[in-house]
């Protein structure tokens, strides 16, 4: 089994910025790829961004102003998101024990965490 704890996640106003991280215990080597997503009120849940090895990828809405990195000796993986919008207010998941295929689409990884909850304000 693994298990991701999100943090980081808060209230702040437009324009701010925050970082979250999402902690990987238990078969850790599953977690080597991994991925945010995020799920607003009413709304699918939606990728954000996804790291492969050094590579990532990142949904349009949040490219340039979001930034996914990875902390191999912690096995945590971290999101640091700028330039925040009140359209990115969400509760954000992180997901590992990717599955191979599209990066985007949340049915292929196994984990998710329990979501940090994060709100934007004009």
């Known amino acids: 089994q693994v298990q991701l704890v999100e943090s980081g996640g808060g209230l702040v106003q437009a324009g701010g910025s925050l970082r979250l991280s999402c902690a990987a215990s238990g078969r850790t080597y599953t977690s080597y790829v991994m991925a945010w997503f995020r799920q607003a009120p009413g709304k699918e849940r939606e990728f954000v961004a996804h790291w492969n090895g050094g590579s990532t990828y990142y949904a349009d809405s949040v490219k340039g102003r979001f930034a996914i990195s990875r902390d191999n000796a912690k096995n945590t993986v971290y999101l640091q998101m700028n330039s925040l919008k009140p359209a990115d207010t969400a509760v954000y998941y992180c997901?590992?024990?990717?599955?191979?295929?599209?990066?985007?689409?949340?049915?292929?990884?196994?984990?998710w965490g329990q979501g940090t909850q994060v709100t934007v304000t004009a």
């Open positions: 997901a590992s024990g990717f599955s191979g295929g599209y990066y985007a689409t949340p049915r292929k990884y196994d984990y």
